[in-house]
């Protein structure tokens, strides 16, 4: 006697056989029985698994929306609304680039990164050695010093290239410029090679000195 | 890591001439006439020396970034005895010629200089043999061992405030005031503690 069972909405069927007779020798029909139900099972059991494991993905995609970037992804919020989101996170965007800006340099030549710490503002521990910034200002302080500087920002020069560049002073006259500035840390000669460079202070300095004067120039025409 | 069996020798040496140990763009190590040296062997051919006297060395320890050089060029006259492991072929055993036996602080610095080179677990012990690559080692100040280790275009540097590395297109800076690292154009400069 065969028993069979509906299973609701996945209309599937559990058959189950019920043998009545007690007698072992009718065991192959019990055996038939046996495995037409395991063969059901299986099969369901398989596509429960399958039904199982697509609606964890759907519940872990979920999730990972929610807690994730896509969160509202579905959710068309209209013109003047997205707009107005739109307008906030520019210059949020802009914000966080500003900041960005001063710790991190992005050139032609790829990426350069500066890492500052931001501090607040508070008194050096130790008074600025006046005298020093004298000496900095004094080697910037001569228009063939700045135009070494200028040269050397394109990159490493021997003294005859510099000596090309600024024809109207002497060997000798350039020499003496590139030791001020050498002994003011603003340009560094190697050793082996003989090349001239200009250090970070240095071009630091160059681009700070060359602001002021743009300032005061802008502030003479208004 | 390999192994390598060396010995000091006995005998002090000096220079019959000006010598130069090694030199390359980024540098080099030169030593005057009359310096003083001791041989370091290995399986009875010198593959090394101690000098002691006049020497210099000259390393230009500087990374160029688009924001401007850092670092600087090392010059320092060797006046207290270093150690130099590499090419047995250089300096020629024909540039010395027997100093003497008066020499013996000169020979007692050098033991020492060699003990505190050749104890423990060093990297040069292998890589110069493996890569031919010379190895320097300067006392410094502090009484540590400044390494020099050139091999072609690489050169790497650890002295007591700046460890300097350097290949083709890459280099790496680490000093009191920076960490900079360049890869190909690319760079990174990290301000130090000062």
Same mark, same amino acid.
């Given at each position: 006697?065969?028993?069979?069972?509906?299973?609701?909405?996945?209309?599937?069927?559990?058959?189950?056989?019920?043998?009545?007779?007690?007698?072992? +020798?009718?065991?192959?029909?019990?055996?038939?029985?046996?495995?037409?139900?395991?063969?059901?099972?299986?099969?369901?059991? +398989?596509?429960?698994?399958? /039904?199982?494991?697509?609606?964890?993905?759907?519940?872990? /995609?979920?999730?990972?929306?929610?807690?994730?970037?896509?969160?509202?992804?579905?959710?068309?919020?209209?013109?003047?609304?997205?707009?107005?989101?739109?307008?906030?996170?520019?210059?949020?965007?802009?914000?966080?680039?500003?900041?960005?800006?001063?710790?991190?340099?992005?050139?032609?030549?790829?990426?350069?990164?500066?890492?500052?710490?931001?501090?607040?503002f508070r008194e050096p /521990?130790?008074?600025?050695?006046?005298?020093?910034?004298?000496?900095?200002?004094?080697?910037?302080?001569?228009?063939?010093?700045?135009?070494?500087?200028?040269?050397?920002?394109?990159?490493?020069?021997?003294?005859?290239?510099?000596?090309? +560049?600024?024809?109207?002073?002497?060997?000798?006259?350039?020499?003496?410029?590139?030791?001020?500035?050498? /002994?003011?840390?603003?340009?560094? =000669?190697?050793?082996?090679?003989?090349?001239?460079?200009?250090?970070?202070?240095?071009?630091?300095?160059?681009?700070?000195?060359? +602001?002021?004067?743009?300032?005061?120039?802008?502030?003479? =025409?208004? | 890591?390999?192994?390598?069996?060396?010995?000091?020798?006995?005998?002090?040496?000096?220079?019959?001439?000006?010598?130069?140990?090694?030199?390359?763009?980024?540098?080099?190590?030169? @030593?005057?006439?009359?310096?003083?040296?001791? *041989?370091?062997?290995?399986?009875?051919?010198?593959? #090394?020396?101690?000098?002691g006297g006049n020497g210099?060395?000259?390393?230009?320890?500087?990374?160029?970034?688009?924001?401007?050089?850092?670092?600087?060029? @090392?010059?320092?006259?060797?006046?207290?005895?270093?150690?130099?492991?590499?090419?047995?072929?250089?300096?020629?055993?024909?540039?010395?010629?027997?100093?003497?036996?008066?020499? $013996?602080?000169?020979?007692?610095?050098?033991?020492?200089?060699?003990?505190?080179?050749?104890?423990?677990?060093?990297?040069?012990?292998?890589?110069?043999?493996?890569?031919? *690559?010379?190895?320097? *080692?300067?006392?410094?100040?502090?009484?540590?061992?400044?390494?020099?280790?050139?091999?072609?275009? $690489?050169?790497?540097?650890?002295?007591?405030?700046?460890?300097?590395?350097?290949?083709?297109?890459?280099?790496?800076? $680490?000093?009191?005031?920076?960490?900079?690292?360049?890869?190909?154009?690319?760079?990174?400069?990290?301000? #130090?503690?000062?």
């Amino acid at each position: 006697m065969a028993l069979e069972f509906a299973c609701g909405q996945s209309n599937t069927y559990i058959s189950l056989f019920v043998f009545h007779n007690y007698r072992i +020798k009718y065991g192959h029909y019990e055996l038939e029985g046996r495995w037409k139900m395991s063969e059901n099972v299986k099969e369901e059991m +398989k596509k429960l698994k399958e /039904e199982m494991a697509s609606l964890k993905d759907q519940l872990k /995609e979920l999730r990972h929306e929610e807690h994730g970037h896509r969160r509202g992804l579905y959710v068309d919020i209209g013109g003047p609304v997205r707009d107005y989101v739109d307008d906030v996170m520019q210059s949020v965007a802009e914000g966080v680039q500003g900041e960005l800006n001063k710790s991190i340099f992005i050139g032609p030549g790829g990426t350069r990164i500066v890492t500052r710490t931001r501090q607040p503002f508070r008194e050096p /521990e130790e008074p600025v050695d006046l005298a020093q910034v004298a000496g900095v200002m004094s080697a910037l302080g001569h228009e063939h010093r700045l135009r070494i500087l200028n040269e050397l920002i394109t990159g490493g020069k021997y003294i005859n290239e510099l000596q090309e +560049k600024l024809s109207e002073i002497t060997t000798s006259t350039l020499s003496s410029h590139l030791n001020v500035l050498e /002994e003011a840390g603003l340009v560094v =000669q190697e050793k082996m090679r003989g090349r001239y460079l200009i250090t970070m202070p240095g071009r630091t300095a160059y681009e700070m000195a060359t +602001k002021i004067a743009s300032f005061i120039k802008q502030g003479e =025409q208004q | 890591m390999m192994r390598i069996h060396y010995e000091l020798g006995n005998t002090v040496l000096k220079t019959n001439e000006s010598l130069n140990l090694w030199k390359s763009d980024r540098g080099s190590v030169d @030593i005057g006439k009359d310096t003083l040296a001791v *041989a370091i062997m290995r399986k009875g051919r010198p593959e #090394g020396y101690i000098f002691g006297g006049n020497g210099k060395l000259i390393l230009d320890a500087i990374v160029e970034t688009d924001q401007g050089a850092v670092g600087r060029p @090392i010059e320092q006259q060797l006046t207290e005895p270093f150690l130099m492991v590499g090419k047995p072929e250089n300096p020629e055993t024909r540039s010395f010629s027997t100093a003497g036996a008066e020499q $013996k602080d000169f020979l007692t610095k050098a033991q020492d200089l060699y003990q505190e080179f050749f104890r423990g677990e060093h990297l040069h012990r292998s890589c110069h043999h493996r890569h031919e *690559a010379l190895v320097f *080692a300067f006392k410094n100040d502090s009484g540590k061992l400044d390494l020099l280790i050139p091999n072609g275009s $690489k050169i790497v540097y650890r002295g007591s405030h700046i460890v300097f590395i350097s290949d083709e297109n890459k280099a790496i800076l $680490k000093s009191p005031e920076h960490i900079v690292v360049s890869k190909h154009g690319r760079i990174i400069v990290m301000k #130090g503690r000062g």
